[in-house]
């Protein structure tokens, strides 16, 4: 499950962290890239938003497949 970093909720910092992620042939996340972020550079608690996304994605296990694939996605922070 993925936690909203402590500083960024208390700035209300909000944006969406999009990965493109390499899966093996078993179905596991072997690399995972940033591909765009709409928090605002500089933002409190940015760098933790990004990583905490990468660090969950990453535990994401998808189909085995007889070879390997990509998949992009997304992760959204908001405050309500």
Sequence with gaps: MIS??????????????????TIDAAGRVVDSKLVESTIPTGAAGEASMVQQAQC????????PSTGGSEEVLRVSYAVN
Excluded: D, N, S
């Design 56 to 63: 969950v994605l990453r535990q994401v296990r998808f189909e």
């Design 4 to 21: 909203f970093p402590v500083e960024a909720m208390r700035a209300m910092t909000e944006g969406t962290v999009t990965m493109r992620l």
